[in-house]
């Protein structure tokens, strides 16, 4: 089975540059890559995952990632 990808869009409370949340997300097993953007949101996080299921489960613990205020996902078709 094809793994599941999904761009999860991350907003970071409270702090002027958003690196140090960054760096915890990457330690989130199932998340690729990470890095900061310009915008609405802080951050944006590659994610890949078995299913559904999984991909939920990562997303849960980016939210749980200290520092992280809103995440959005978008999940490949």
Same mark, same amino acid.
Request: charge should be positive; proline fraction near 3%.
């Given at each position: 089975?094809?793994?599941?990808?999904?761009? +999860? *869009?991350?907003?970071?409370?409270?702090?002027?540059?958003?690196?140090?949340?960054?760096?915890? #997300?990457?330690? %989130?097993? @199932? /998340?690729?890559?990470?890095?900061?953007?310009?915008?609405?949101?802080?951050?944006? +996080? *590659?994610?890949?995952?078995?299913?559904?299921?999984?991909?939920?489960?990562?997303?849960?613990? #980016?939210?749980? %990632?200290? @520092? /992280?205020?809103?995440?959005?996902?978008?999940?490949?078709?």
């Amino acid at each position: 089975m094809q793994n599941m990808k999904a761009l +999860a *869009l991350i907003r970071i409370k409270g702090q002027s540059s958003p690196q140090k949340g960054i760096q915890a #997300i990457l330690k %989130v097993q @199932g /998340v690729e890559m990470a890095f900061p953007v310009f915008g609405r949101f802080d951050a944006v +996080a *590659l994610l890949s995952a078995e299913n559904l299921e999984k991909l939920k489960e990562t997303v849960l613990k #980016i939210r749980a %990632v200290e @520092g /992280v205020k809103k995440t959005e996902t978008l999940i490949q078709v």
